[in-house]
């Protein structure tokens, strides 16, 4: 077998690998929408499934979530202005943290790193009940302010900033100083503009993250007009209730934002990851 050959083998086990994966990811997505034009007796009574059965499939499903009596488009509304405020500030710190990191020399640079480092390998169950007694202490229940805030200085991000920014030349902030730039001049006009591709894979993630967020606004959010549409979402189900129909056709609209996100920046995200991921 010649080298022409065994390239061709190897990339069509490629191709055939991925594209297993890929339809493997999009199966859930699919029963999703497919299960969001059936009565929702039908998920109770026989669960997720592929069965396709046009008699009883229509769009009262929409019908009900566009011109029913709900709450959904609050708790939607909710979660958009979160997510949005909260990759904002989370890019916004992250970004100062990590370009002070990588550009500055100070005492006790590395002692903090290694903290950074640290809070990497400690998962939120760890930390939530100082966390839930420090919000509490500062009145901040039942306000979209404790969602926010405790995760603005995020570590992943900053580690991921530090790591990206390590790849600009020093020679660059010095001839901003040179020039008479400010040091906030220096990184709004000439390294923000740089970090074009390290904020699009952030704003996904952290857009993810924010979206999906459950265990912590369960935790600090009471009412529920100030309800996620996750912790919406989540109390629609009940087995004493006909909120099934709502239930699935919600999660199928749940998917549109992240999906608009990552194209609104995947032009530069694989570019931010790559990147993110080399410099040392």
């Given at each position: 077998m010649n080298k022409s050959t065994t390239h061709r083998t190897v990339t069509l086990v490629f191709y055939l690998f991925f594209t297993l994966l890929a339809a493997g990811i999009f199966l859930p997505v699919?029963?999703?929408?497919?299960?969001?034009?059936?009565?929702?007796?039908?998920?109770?009574?026989?669960g997720?499934?592929?069965?396709?059965?046009?008699?009883?499939m229509n769009l009262n499903n929409y019908t009900l979530l566009f011109f029913g009596q709900h709450e959904y488009w609050r708790w939607f509304f909710n979660s958009i202005i979160l997510t949005v405020f909260t990759v904002f500030g989370t890019l916004l710190i992250s970004s100062f943290v990590g370009y002070g990191f990588a550009a500055y020399d100070f005492k006790?640079?590395?002692?903090l790193f290694i903290l950074v480092l640290l809070i990497l390998s400690i998962p939120l169950e760890v930390v939530m009940l100082p966390l839930y007694k420090q919000i509490s202490s500062w009145?901040?229940?039942?306000?979209y302010a404790a969602i926010i805030l405790p995760f603005l200085a995020h570590a992943s991000t900053i580690f991921f900033f530090r790591q990206y920014l390590l790849s600009i030349p020093a020679s660059l902030i010095e001839a901003g100083r040179i020039d008479g730039a400010t040091e906030y001049g220096i990184f709004y006009r000439?390294?923000?503009?740089?970090?074009?591709?390290?904020?699009?894979?952030m704003a996904i993630?952290?857009?993810?993250?924010?979206?999906?967020n459950?265990?912590?606004?369960?935790?600090?959010?009471?009412?529920?007009?100030k309800y996620t549409l996750t912790l919406g979402l989540n109390t629609l189900i009940n087995p004493y209730g006909d909120n099934y129909s709502l239930l699935i056709v919600g999660s199928v609209f749940s998917?549109?934002?992240?999906?608009l996100l990552f194209v609104a920046f995947q032009k530069y995200f694989i570019q931010g990851m790559m990147a993110g991921a080399v410099k040392g």
């Open positions: 699919w029963v999703l929408f497919i299960a969001s034009f059936k009565p929702g007796e039908d998920l109770l009574q026989y997720l499934n592929l069965d396709i059965h046009l008699s009883g006790g640079k590395k002692f009145k901040l229940m039942d306000n000439l390294i923000i503009p740089l970090m074009k591709p390290a904020f699009s894979a993630l952290n857009g993810m993250n924010a979206w999906n459950y265990l912590w606004p369960l935790l600090v959010i009471r009412s529920s007009q998917v549109i934002p992240i999906f």
